[in-house]
């Protein structure tokens, strides 16, 4: 009977950890705090909850004599919560890199069925059209914001390689409506280049990826030489391009009138349902249009996915063995200090607050932890960059990592939930054992 | 040999604690076996010796640069050259544009070049005789249940067809079986189309090869025969780039991500923390054990077969976890690459070699300590309880 008692209990603790894991994974900031809060109440405010706030007072005061132990705890937990962390950092940075290229009031239009610009193509008479239909932003002069531009990829030398260590860098032939269409890319260093000149301007990231792309250099590309003469910014994927004039690119490229796309400014910000129906119903037309945001925001869902996965699959498997290791730390924390416990027990201490004093600990400690883990991200990773083939373009992306808020905040709810499950099962232990064994031992 | 069962029995002497400590070494031992087998998937890509005789030759100003397919006769005709195949990105995507699908348009001895992967002469026969034929990988065909005989519609996200569909129905004809992995992995996951019946139903082609492959008949000539190939085009307006297939794959990953980078810090992490764990266990089962160690010091055992034993003791608990834990990498990754669709590379001898000298490594340096500490007990004070 005593066994099937065990056993039940043992199922019961299990549903119930899995009930509370599955909540605490949805659950949003304010219900973390105002659990918290309820939590500091009832330690407060109710008898159980001072004599628990006594037994856990007692507890961490003795940390410091189990310094070994309880340091596995925290580093195995930091460890956890930094590989984490630093991995979806990784992916965090990569869409967020795409999704600021794009905007809700710019579109881009590409042939129909093209997975990106690259492979698109963009005849002369459409671009002449495009331009024409109604619901784009004009200038000053009455002229429509839209850019037409080629999208071409360039093999480069990478910096800190040799000859034959050659890398992609997207190549990007514009007009001068690029620049309106697009505000937030400035000149750094040299100036614009001149139309129909073999001049180069280059982002700030392929300079970082290539070799040879300092302003005022001539760098080859295929077998022609091009000058550098300027540097822009723009802090998103356009930083891994370079940019020069759509004609010499063209005729560079043997692309003749044709364009891969359009990028346009829209008359409305919220006008690009009513643009893309004017788009539609234009007859000589048969091309696709997007919003910016969505166009990019689409290219990096599969890479940032894939990233989130590995991210997550490594992070489940390094927190079984982090949880089993505050397991085995909290069971020997639980051994050593049985007698104390059945003391507590015996001079008329409920079961409760020996639980609730033991799982605090170990939060307690799980939370150090985290903290540490999400600082050692923080410090190492933010603003790392690295670089990538991005889907969708046909160069290097470079990008930064970016530990957000948000990140570190789901390190920290990891870190607790392995604390939660560390601590529940040695509270448990500590609570159930007979007072007159634990008396006896030793 | 003849201490095993003592060594066993102080091993489970506190069965929880060593079953918690092995399902940790088992957690770390399970992710070291996935990125490791990842790690080698990535470094042995390409190199193969079919890869070796083989060279790819693309256009020197990029990879989506065409080269006219005038080319085809000269690098035949280079001194050195057994065979000369070409072929073009086709764009292809399945169902929604999104979903894209390696799929290259390829000349008709395309696949003669590529030993390592089968094709039964039946369905070979029948490619070469079907204009809309197509040849899919395995794992393709696994994925979206495809069988010979099938209409396969694709959608070309580059070249949309003469009357402006970007709609192209083909035919499966056969299956690529690859036998190689490390040359022949991406047939798995590919589909090869007509390069003949591609160009004359798109108005974009016009003649146009993305690159060519070719093969060599002397492995060490391949740097000259690579050189001659480049002199051809030299200073034309379609200067080509050759290179090895092992050469342009190293490049292709070297761009995509820092594969070696990343797998070694993540590991790096999980071991370092693994250490810190099972250092802890060996350092509270010697302290436990003081007094026993004291009695065996007192009959006899000799100081250097106590840090022997513990030290075999810690070694054994990391072997337990460890080979546990690859075991079962090496059982799930199959199932898990076969339910998902993602190419996960299987673990092999290479990972086990090296995750055993790992097992055998951490071992003793999460047992030195402690046994150490074992072996300078002193007899006397450790019988007193001081």
């Known amino acids: 009977m005593n066994k099937f008692g065990n056993f039940m209990i043992g199922l019961g603790l299990v549903v119930a950890l899995v009930v509370t894991l599955g909540i605490w994974v949805r659950l949003p900031w304010p219900g973390v705090l105002g659990l918290a809060v309820l939590f500091a109440l009832w330690m407060a405010l109710t008898r159980l909850g001072r004599q628990a706030s006594s037994v856990t007072a007692v507890g961490v005061s003795t940390l410091r004599q189990r310094l070994g132990s309880s340091s596995v705890i925290v580093i195995g937990i930091a460890g956890v919560v930094g590989v984490l962390v630093a991995l979806l950092a990784m992916g965090e940075g990569y869409s967020e890199t795409l999704r600021r290229t794009g905007s809700t009031d710019t579109a881009i239009v590409m042939r129909g069925a093209s997975a990106s610009e690259v492979m698109s193509v963009l005849e002369r008479d459409n671009v002449v059209v495009i331009p024409q239909v109604a619901g784009i932003a004009r200038d000053a002069q009455g002229k429509p914001i839209a850019s037409p531009e080629i999208v071409v990829a360039a093999n480069l030398q990478l910096k800190g390689g040799t000859e034959d260590d050659v890398g992609s860098v997207q190549l990007r032939g514009i007009g001068d409506e690029a620049w309106t269409v697009r505000p937030n890319v400035k000149v750094v260093a040299g100036r614009k280049f001149k139309p129909g000149m073999h001049e180069l301007m280059v982002g700030q990231g392929a300079q970082r990826e290539f070799a040879g792309l300092e302003v005022g250099r001539q760098v080859k590309l295929g077998n022609q030489l091009w000058t550098v003469v300027g540097q822009f910014a723009s802090g998103d994927a356009l930083d891994s391009e370079l940019w020069a004039d759509a004609n010499v690119v063209a005729d560079a490229y043997r692309r003749g009138g044709s364009r891969n796309s359009v990028t346009l400014k829209l008359a409305d910000p919220n006008g690009f349902d009513a643009f893309k129906a004017s788009l539609e119903a234009d007859p000589r037309l048969k091309v696709d249009v997007d919003t910016t945001l969505d166009y990019f925001s689409k290219q990096s869902e599969g890479t940032s996915k894939m990233i989130q996965g590995i991210g997550i699959t490594v992070g489940v498997i390094m927190a079984i063995g982090a949880i089993f290791g505050a397991l085995n730390c909290m069971f020997a924390a639980v051994a050593a200090r049985a007698r104390e416990i059945a003391t507590l027990r015996a001079i008329g201490f409920r079961g409760t607050p020996v639980v609730v004093a033991i799982m605090l600990e170990t939060m307690l400690l799980a939370l150090i932890g985290g903290l540490l883990g999400g600082a050692l991200a923080w410090l190492i990773f933010n603003g790392y960059t690295a670089s990538t083939l991005a889907a969708g373009s046909v160069g290097k992306l470079s990008f930064e990592f970016s530990v957000t808020p948000a990140l570190l905040w789901s390190g920290l709810k990891w870190a607790l939930a392995i604390g939660f499950i560390g601590g529940l099962f040695p509270a448990v232990r500590a609570a159930r054992l007979p007072v007159t064994t634990a008396l006896r031992e030793l | ?386």
Not at chain 2, 186 to 209: A, E
Not at chain 2, 333 to 344: E, F, N, R, Y
């Open chain 2, 1 to 386: 040999m003849k201490y095993l069962h003592l060594i066993w029995a102080a091993l489970f002497r506190r069965k929880t604690r060593t079953i918690l400590t092995l399902v940790s070494i088992i957690a770390a031992f399970l992710l070291f076996g996935m990125l490791d087998a990842v790690r080698t998937s990535f470094d042995q890509a390409g190199k193969s010796a079919n890869g070796a005789e083989r060279l790819q030759t693309g256009s020197k100003l990029s990879f989506i640069q065409t080269l006219p397919s005038s080319l085809e006769l000269p690098i035949g005709k280079v001194p050195g050259v057994k065979a000369v195949a070409y072929a073009n990105w086709f764009g292809g995507a399945y169902q929604d544009p999104h979903n894209q699908i390696f799929s290259f348009a390829v000349s008709p001895n395309y696949i003669d070049l590529f030993p390592e992967v089968e094709v039964p002469a039946a369905q070979r026969k029948a490619f070469d005789e079907t204009r809309t034929g197509v040849l899919v990988g395995e794992d393709l065909a696994a994925k979206y249940h495809w069988k010979v005989g099938d209409k396969l519609p694709l959608q070309s996200t580059i070249f949309p067809t003469h009357d402006g569909s970007k709609n192209w129905s083909f035919d499966i004809v056969g299956i690529l079986h690859p036998k190689d992995k490390n040359a022949g992995g991406m047939f798995k996951q590919l589909i090869l189309l007509h390069w003949k019946y591609f160009d004359d139903s798109t108005p974009y082609n016009r003649g146009s090869v993305g690159w060519y492959v070719s093969r060599v008949s002397d492995v060490n000539q391949a740097d000259r025969v690579a050189k001659a190939i480049d002199a051809i085009s030299a200073n034309s307006d379609h200067e080509t780039r050759t290179q090895t297939e092992q050469a342009a794959t190293a490049n292709w990953i070297k761009q995509l991500a820092d594969i070696g980078l990343i797998v070694s810090s993540i590991m790096g992490a999980v071991f370092f923390t693994l250490m810190l764990l099972s250092g802890n266990t060996m350092m509270m089962a010697v302290r436990e054990r003081t007094s026993e160690l004291a009695v065996l010091k007192t009959i006899g055992f000799s100081s250097a077969s106590v840090l022997g034993m513990v030290l075999a003791e810690s070694v054994l608990l990391l072997l337990i976890g460890g080979v546990i834990g690859l075991g079962i990498a090496t059982a799930l990754i199959p199932a898990v690459a076969a339910g998902s669709g993602l190419g996960l590379p299987p673990v092999g001898a290479g990972n086990w070699v090296l995750g055993i000298v790992l097992m055998a490594v951490i071992g003793l340096v999460v047992g030195v300590i402690p046994a150490v500490r074992a072996m300078r007990l002193n007899i006397v004070d450790a019988l007193a309880g001081r």
